[in-house]
Each structure stands twice: as C-alpha cells, then as structure tokens.
C-alpha cells in the first residue's frame, strides 16, 4: 500500500516563529489532506490539496504531485497552533492513509 | 458547513458489555463514512468503510463480528463493540464523505472508549 512519510517527527518554536512540515508519499494520489490534531483528540481539516498551492491566513500549502510530496507553511506561529499535524493521502477514493504525525509544540 | 458529529464522546464500559457509538453528518449527506481507530501517541488506523445501505468493508485484521458497522441513511452510521475487552479501549473516531467536495473527509471530535 502506500507509505506517508512526514518530517519532522517533533518541532518546538518559539512563538512569532515560522515553521515548514513536510509529507512524502510514494505513489500518485487523487486526496491529500492537512489535519491538526487539537488536545481534546479532534482533527480540524487544515487543506484539501491534493496539487498547488492553497492559503488560509497564516498557513499555506503546497503539493507537488509529480514530486509525491507536500509542503505545510505556519508563519508567525501561536501558541494555539501547538498539537499534531497530520498529513492524510488517499490514492483511489477508498482509503485514507495517515502519515505518523508532526508534534508542534510553540512556547511563548 | 460540513460539520460531524460523535456521540458519546466519552464511554466507560465493564469488560463483556456492548457498546454503540453514532457518527452523522449535520449538513451534508454522507455517501461513504469511515471508522478510525486511535492509540494513544500513535497515528489513525482506518477499521472500515461503510457506504449508506450496504455491507461495511473491513481492513484487513479487523474483526466484522466484534466491531459491527451499520451505515442505515445519508446521515448516520454506527459503530457499535461487542463484547468488550480492556484491549479495546481507545479512540474511535468517524469521518464522512458527501459530494461536496470530492474526495475530501470530514471527521467527528471522536469517541474516547475506556474498558473497565
């Protein structure tokens, strides 16, 4: 099956600090979504991205679909954006596949 | 919009017990739902896919008996473990697919499950 790389495994910045996540993947892919994992276990859909680039206020995505990977951007991070971030690909409509996570930890 | 919901969000059951979790979709009407299942520091494993009206597909080393998925209208699916053992305790989460945006999967806040 597919195999969702995500880089890397644990990250700590200092608030105001920017950051780039980045999820591999190994074959063509018709979804790929950006989640963040919030303390309370909820996953709050981030991007559905699978090629360009896409914004949302502080953060931005960028899929590279013939390359097989993503690019997650958080600029002038908050505390309030500490948590995992997961990276979610699914190659035929079928199944969901989630990479192992990125721990973000932001200290004021 | 998009929004979906989980209920309980948290279950405390004995070891023997059956418990029901409900997922629906609030706004959109869920063509295809997913189960998911979490450990703790780990990552979401899909259990199933359920389309609204036929058989749920299990992956691979699921059990179809022990965790039984029911996928009766648009808008709800249930997720129901039977015979529960301390080894099931973990967090179960849903997601549903409509057509609103084509692939894209929307997820409930989850249903912690602790077996006594």
């Known amino acids: 099956g597919i195999q969702v790389e995500q880089s890397p495994p644990d990250l700590i910045l200092q608030e105001g600090a920017n950051s780039t996540l980045r999820c591999n993947f190994s074959?063509?892919?018709?979804?790929l979504q950006w989640f963040h994992q919030n303390p309370w276990g909820q996953l709050i859909n981030l991007f559905y991205?699978?090629?360009g680039t896409k914004q949302n206020g502080r953060l931005s995505a960028t899929t590279v679909a013939t390359e097989r990977y993503s690019l997650l951007y958080i600029s002038s991070s908050q505390t309030t954006d500490s948590g995992v971030y997961f990276c979610?690909?699914?190659?035929?409509?079928?199944?969901?596949?989630f990479g192992a996570g990125t721990i973000l930890r932001v200290k004021s | 919009g998009a929004v979906v919901s989980q209920h309980p969000s948290w279950v405390i059951c004995k070891s023997g017990t059956s418990v029901k979790i409900e997922c629906r979709s609030l706004d959109f009407q869920a063509t295809t739902m997913f189960w998911y299942r979490q450990f703790p520091k780990q990552s979401l494993m899909l259990m199933a896919t359920?389309?609204?009206?036929?058989?749920?597909?299990?992956e691979q080393g699921v059990e179809k008996d022990k965790f039984l998925i029911n996928h009766a209208s648009l808008t709800l699916s249930t997720l129901t473990v039977t015979s529960a053992h301390p080894e099931d305790s973990s967090f179960y989460i849903c997601?549903?697919?409509?057509?609103?945006?084509?692939?894209?999967?929307?997820f409930g806040p989850g249903t912690r499950l602790t077996v006594t």
């Open positions: 979610a690909v699914d190659r035929d409509g079928n199944k969901l596949v």
């Open positions: 991205i699978p090629s």
């Open positions: 359920s389309n609204e009206g036929s058989k749920a597909t299990y």
């Open positions: 074959d063509s892919v018709n979804n």
């Open positions: 997601s549903a697919r409509g057509d609103l945006r084509g692939y894209e999967q929307y």
